[in-house]
């Protein structure tokens, strides 16, 4: 009879063991390929959702067979105290944040990866578990890269023709760098295991993926992926080096020769003026994107450097804790408007609209603050130190080569993400956290050999042996524990029901904002369209799925404020405001109030409106706005300021040098109120304000 418990335990503890890795290669699969097109964005909502879902599948199960098994473990590692220090300083930073909704939906991005770490060093155990893993990701990405060369070369599904230049090749990222940001991850891992592997059959499959992501990366044309990638490769070289020796050298001679023999070529075609390097070619275009003038001055690069410098501003007001997780995206706008009002910054650096700082580590210090931005460097520096001691005690050359090809990953993240944003990317994350949970499940000290027979039978008899002695010291201790155990053993259907009806209530919370962003892209389709009516009810559909979807209550607020139905406008603007930051968001609430009197909170918007535009010449319009709202406030002073502002930019506006003259009689500035009269007639002999200045010219004379 307990011969049978234990059989029938077992067979249940593979069934959640191979729950758990087929849902770990869904998302190694399934992630990077699933799009929707009626959504708002088109790729990385449906992603993300996926990516969620599957996790919190994962955690279930996992959950499941802890509770079938009687035990809750958890494997130790040295990741394991910053991993989830790291995680407990972003539920913290909730607490803190700028604005909590917005820091609470970035959460599970920022939760994702480490929990499927843990889902992965605790499920996985053995090699035959890593190698399908492997194989699926390998696989994934060498398909990607057959795609992206079919982009290249302009041949794609209907759905992205519009996209042109390099711009068409993004595989199914919606972004040429997204793309190439994930083509960095399986490219280290299919080289490292090339290296490395014995079986000529898998080495010629690497070999062609190798080839075709190598290339879809070329065509990307991306110089932050391409120094990460150079990156990883270098990296790679010295930890084959520690691991083997020169003896790696010695017997990878041939392989070596060819590559030296390649990278002159290489080297070669870009230098050597030829038929292959002239304008239009691929050489042609990747020396125009790497050469100094480009890197230096190129629009890309300055953009990046005006983000950093107003990063900065942000650290310095929150240096130690951050402004929570996810609030770069809400305070972009207010610290560049600070950084351009600083100096001639304006006309120095170039202006836009920055979701992400495009430095991983700035981004984090400013959310985080220096603890986040210490606990991630902790992690990093745990991760490469266990990595270097198993790559010096291992003997296993495949195992080696897993565990650098993991490496080379991670280096290519970290260094990618100097110039981009790789960890706010799902899929790409998903990779980063996967490469370094199963450099600790090889490294491992219960990663067993290649026959799963073997595996299976070697871990029920240590599954066994535990039970047997757990249920020893149990009765050696204390049998009323023992009866304690039995009692609550009778709960797990409760158990069970429980985890699984969590599991069901956190995918709807998931699903909801997506199923917002649905809505939203049928409520700009009737947008488009003119029907208003439509696109008010499209947009409320998404507000009941997701009530803190700003640009919804942005979108019917500003239809509202057309529709000159102002008291209600200035109610979902309002509320827009609360959760979204959008360039024009301040200008049309100066509008609305204005149209409701309420000239104090116009005021407000108006500066903030004239602080966020893109160039100081087209200022004076909303400073000329502001100038007449101070008027109307009686606030004279300010608004001969206001007027000043505008005359600095365009110094023959008729109507402000009337309105500043109107200013200088309420301030009892005779003198110079006559001589903008004066200036009125002037510039402007025939116009209305002629006529009212000569009117006030005489009675002034009078």
């Not at 991850?185 to 079986?199: H, K």
């Not at 953009?303 to 501003?313: S, V």
């Not at 291992?394 to 944003?421: C, E, H, P, R």
């Given at each position: 009879?307990?011969?049978?418990?234990?059989?029938?335990?077992?067979y249940?503890?593979i069934?959640?063991?191979?729950?758990?890795?087929?849902?770990?290669?869904?998302m190694v699969t399934l992630?990077p390929?699933?799009f929707y097109?009626?959504?708002i964005?088109?790729?990385?909502p449906?992603?993300?959702?996926?990516a969620?879902?599957l996790?919190?599948?994962?955690l279930?199960f996992?959950?499941?067979r802890?509770?079938?098994?009687?035990?809750?473990r958890?494997?130790?590692?040295?990741?394991?105290?910053?991993i989830?220090?790291?995680?407990?300083?972003?539920?913290?930073s909730?607490i803190?944040?700028?604005n909590?909704?917005?820091?609470?939906?970035?959460?599970?991005l920022?939760?994702s990866?480490?929990?499927?770490?843990?889902?992965?060093t605790?499920?996985?155990s053995?090699?035959q578990q890593?190698?399908?893993?492997?194989n699926?990701?390998?696989?994934?990405?060498s398909?990607f890269?057959?795609y992206?060369?079919?982009?290249?070369n302009?041949i794609?599904?209907?759905?992205?023709?519009?996209?042109?230049?390099?711009?068409?090749v993004?595989?199914?990222?919606g972004?040429?760098?997204y793309?190439?940001?994930?083509l960095?991850?399986?490219?280290?891992i299919?080289?490292s295991l090339?290296?490395?592997s014995r079986?000529?059959?898998?080495?010629?499959?690497?070999?062609i993926?190798?080839?075709?992501?190598g290339?879809?990366?070329?065509?990307?044309?991306?110089?932050?992926?391409y120094l990460?990638?150079g990156?990883?490769?270098?990296?790679?070289?010295?930890l084959?080096?520690?691991?083997?020796?020169?003896?790696?050298?010695k017997?990878?001679?041939n392989i070596?020769?060819i590559?030296?023999?390649a990278?002159?070529i290489?080297?070669?075609?870009?230098?050597?003026?030829?038929p292959l390097?002239?304008p239009?070619t691929?050489i042609?275009?990747?020396?125009?994107r790497?050469s100094?003038?480009?890197?230096?001055?190129?629009?890309g690069?300055?953009r990046r450097?005006?983000?950093?410098?107003?990063t900065?501003?942000?650290?310095?007001?929150?240096p130690?804790i951050?402004?929570?997780i996810g609030?770069?995206?809400?305070n972009?706008l207010?610290y560049?408007?600070?950084?351009?009002?600083?100096?001639?910054?304006?006309s120095?650096?170039?202006?836009?609209?920055?979701?992400k700082?495009?430095?991983?580590?700035?981004?984090?210090?400013?959310?985080?603050?220096?603890?986040?931005l210490?606990?991630?460097?902790?992690l990093?520096?745990?991760?490469?130190?266990?990595?270097?001691?198993?790559?010096?005690?291992s003997?296993?050359?495949?195992?080696?080569g897993m565990v650098?090809?993991?490496?080379?990953?991670?280096?290519?993240?970290?260094?990618d993400?100097?110039?981009?944003?790789?960890?706010?990317?799902?899929?790409t994350v998903?990779?980063f956290?996967?490469s370094?949970?199963l450099?600790m499940?090889?490294?491992?000290?219960?990663?067993?050999p290649?026959?799963e027979?073997?595996?299976q039978?070697y871990i029920?008899?240590?599954?066994?042996?535990?039970?047997?002695?757990?249920?020893?010291n149990l009765e050696a201790?204390?049998k009323?524990?023992?009866?304690?155990m039995k009692?609550?053993?009778?709960?797990?259907?409760?158990?069970?029901i429980?985890?699984?009806?969590l599991a069901?209530f956190?995918?709807?919370?998931?699903?909801?904002?997506?199923?917002?962003?649905v809505?939203?892209?049928?409520?700009d389709?009737?947008?488009r369209?003119?029907?208003?009516?439509?696109a008010?009810?499209?947009?409320?559909?998404a507000?009941?799925?997701?009530?803190?979807?700003?640009d919804a209550?942005y979108?019917?607020g500003?239809?509202l404020?057309?529709?000159k139905?102002?008291?209600i406008?200035v109610e979902?603007?309002?509320?827009?405001e609360?959760y979204?930051?959008?360039?024009s968001?301040?200008?049309h609430?100066?509008?609305?109030y204005?149209?409701n009197?309420l000239?104090?909170k116009?005021?407000?918007k108006?500066?903030?409106?004239?602080?966020?535009?893109k160039?100081?010449?087209?200022?004076?319009?909303?400073y000329?706005?502001?100038?007449?709202?101070?008027?109307r406030?009686?606030?004279y002073?300010?608004a001969?300021?206001a007027?000043?502002?505008?005359?600095?930019i365009?110094p023959?506006y008729v109507i402000?040098h009337?309105?500043l003259?109107?200013?200088?009689?309420?301030?009892?500035?005779?003198d110079?109120?006559?001589?903008?009269?004066?200036?009125?007639i002037?510039l402007?002999?025939?116009s209305?304000?002629?006529k009212l200045a000569?009117?006030?010219?005489?009675?002034?004379?009078?």
């Amino acid at each position: 009879m307990r011969q049978n418990e234990i059989n029938v335990n077992n067979y249940q503890n593979i069934f959640w063991l191979r729950a758990i890795e087929l849902i770990i290669i869904a998302m190694v699969t399934l992630v990077p390929i699933v799009f929707y097109p009626r959504c708002i964005t088109v790729f990385l909502p449906a992603k993300e959702l996926l990516a969620e879902i599957l996790i919190i599948l994962s955690l279930m199960f996992w959950a499941l067979r802890m509770i079938d098994s009687e035990q809750i473990r958890f494997k130790t590692s040295p990741l394991n105290p910053p991993i989830a220090i790291f995680m407990g300083i972003c539920i913290l930073s909730l607490i803190w944040s700028d604005n909590f909704i917005i820091s609470l939906k970035e959460l599970p991005l920022f939760l994702s990866g480490p929990l499927l770490y843990f889902v992965v060093t605790n499920n996985i155990s053995n090699k035959q578990q890593v190698n399908r893993i492997l194989n699926a990701l390998i696989i994934v990405g060498s398909l990607f890269g057959v795609y992206g060369i079919f982009q290249y070369n302009g041949i794609d599904l209907p759905l992205w023709v519009r996209n042109v230049g390099r711009q068409q090749v993004f595989g199914l990222f919606g972004n040429v760098n997204y793309f190439a940001e994930y083509l960095i991850v399986p490219l280290p891992i299919a080289i490292s295991l090339f290296f490395t592997s014995r079986n000529k059959f898998k080495k010629c499959l690497l070999f062609i993926g190798i080839l075709a992501m190598g290339t879809a990366l070329m065509f990307t044309f991306t110089r932050g992926s391409y120094l990460a990638f150079g990156s990883a490769l270098i990296v790679m070289f010295f930890l084959f080096l520690i691991s083997r020796d020169i003896n790696f050298i010695k017997n990878k001679k041939n392989i070596f020769i060819i590559i030296i023999a390649a990278v002159i070529i290489v080297t070669s075609i870009f230098f050597i003026p030829s038929p292959l390097n002239k304008p239009g070619t691929v050489i042609f275009k990747i020396k125009s994107r790497l050469s100094p003038t480009i890197l230096t001055q190129g629009i890309g690069i300055k953009r990046r450097i005006t983000t950093w410098k107003f990063t900065t501003l942000m650290i310095k007001d929150r240096p130690f804790i951050g402004a929570g997780i996810g609030t770069f995206k809400y305070n972009t706008l207010k610290y560049q408007a600070i950084f351009f009002d600083q100096g001639q910054n304006r006309s120095l650096y170039v202006h836009g609209f920055a979701t992400k700082t495009h430095n991983e580590y700035l981004q984090l210090w400013a959310e985080l603050g220096i603890i986040g931005l210490g606990i991630f460097i902790w992690l990093i520096i745990n991760y490469f130190s266990y990595g270097l001691r198993f790559l010096k005690r291992s003997k296993n050359i495949y195992n080696q080569g897993m565990v650098i090809g993991f490496m080379g990953v991670v280096v290519a993240i970290l260094f990618d993400g100097i110039f981009g944003f790789p960890l706010h990317l799902i899929a790409t994350v998903i990779l980063f956290w996967l490469s370094i949970g199963l450099t600790m499940v090889v490294g491992n000290s219960e990663f067993y050999p290649d026959n799963e027979e073997f595996n299976q039978k070697y871990i029920d008899s240590k599954d066994r042996n535990e039970k047997s002695e757990e249920q020893g010291n149990l009765e050696a201790k204390d049998k009323g524990k023992r009866n304690n155990m039995k009692n609550v053993l009778r709960f797990k259907p409760f158990l069970y029901i429980g985890i699984i009806l969590l599991a069901v209530f956190l995918c709807t919370i998931a699903v909801r904002p997506f199923v917002a962003r649905v809505y939203w892209f049928y409520g700009d389709k009737e947008l488009r369209s003119n029907d208003f009516n439509k696109a008010i009810k499209a947009y409320e559909e998404a507000l009941k799925w997701d009530p803190y979807l700003g640009d919804a209550y942005y979108q019917i607020g500003k239809i509202l404020k057309d529709k000159k139905i102002y008291n209600i406008s200035v109610e979902f603007l309002e509320k827009a405001e609360k959760y979204v930051a959008l360039p024009s968001l301040p200008q049309h609430l100066a509008s609305v109030y204005l149209k409701n009197n309420l000239l104090d909170k116009a005021v407000i918007k108006l500066k903030q409106t004239i602080s966020y535009m893109k160039e100081e010449k087209s200022m004076f319009p909303m400073y000329h706005q502001l100038g007449t709202v101070y008027y109307r406030l009686k606030k004279y002073k300010e608004a001969e300021m206001a007027f000043k502002d505008v005359l600095k930019i365009f110094p023959d506006y008729v109507i402000t040098h009337y309105m500043l003259a109107e200013t200088y009689l309420q301030r009892n500035k005779q003198d110079e109120a006559l001589e903008e009269f004066k200036t009125v007639i002037e510039l402007a002999p025939n116009s209305l304000q002629a006529k009212l200045a000569i009117e006030k010219i005489q009675k002034m004379e009078q």
